[in-house]
T-cell receptor
């Protein structure tokens, strides 16, 4: 089955800096890669996703890149703000299959 | 907010008991998935329901079972609770099965003592 590795497990940045979180996946048939933000006491919130026919996608301060050959994808947050502090999860899904396979998460702390 | 609602938000049960968790999917979504999230871990897939039938199952024992109703709401039932079942249980709904956007509820925090 699919295996998703995520790093770093914790990331501390100063407000205004950029943050990058990286994930690798094992199943070359995976073709959908969402990113979720989870705040304390809440469920995961979908913040951006990318499909395998696209190399990069941006939404304001957030961007995701995908390298199918290397089987890795990354989340980039620019101009970080304290409210970006949360746990971020990457996930992968294979077309036609039910499950999202998640990484173990990255705790992002943005200091004012 | 996603429009996916779960109840109850918190629950404490004794080892060996049974529990039922509930989920109302987002309007227009006919697929519901359940995930277990242990402390400090990513969510783990339990199973998915599509049009009232189980459509995929993760590595969980048969004492984890579920239902989906005609209005696409869903239940997760866990029998013979064990201490390791303590976790956040998440429900996610999506418009169709397969790899489309999945939206999560706030979860039910289950504590087994």
């Amino acid at each position: 089955g699919e295996n998703v590795e995520q790093h770093p497990s914790t990331l501390s940045v100063q407000e205004g800096d950029s943050a990058v979180i990286k994930c690798t996946y094992s199943d070359s048939a995976s073709n959908y890669f969402p990113w979720y933000k989870q705040e304390l006491g809440k469920g995961p919130q979908l913040i951006i996703d990318i499909r395998s026919n696209v190399g990069e996608k941006k939404d304001q301060r957030i961007a995701v890149t995908l390298n199918k050959t290397a089987k890795h994808f990354s989340l980039h947050i620019t101009e970080t703000q304290p409210e970006d502090s949360a746990v971020y999860f990457c996930a992968a899904n294979r077309r036609g299959y039910s499950t999202l396979t998640f990484g173990k998460g990255t705790m992002l702390l943005v200091s004012p | 907010e996603t429009g996916v609602t779960q109840s109850p938000t918190h629950l404490i049960k004794t080892r060996g008991q049974q529990v039922t968790l509930r989920c109302s999917s987002q309007s227009g979504h006919n697929t519901v998935s359940w995930y277990q999230q242990a402390l400090g871990q990513g969510p783990q897939f339990i199973f998915q329901y599509y049009r009232e039938e189980e459509n995929g199952r993760g590595n969980f024992p048969p004492r984890f079972s579920g239902l989906q109703f005609p209005n696409y709401s869903s239940e997760l039932n866990v029998n013979a609770l064990e201490l390791d079942d303590s976790a956040l249980y998440l429900c996610a709904s999506s418009a169709i099965q397969g790899n489309t956007e999945a939206f999560f509820g706030q979860g039910t925090r289950l504590t087994v003592v």
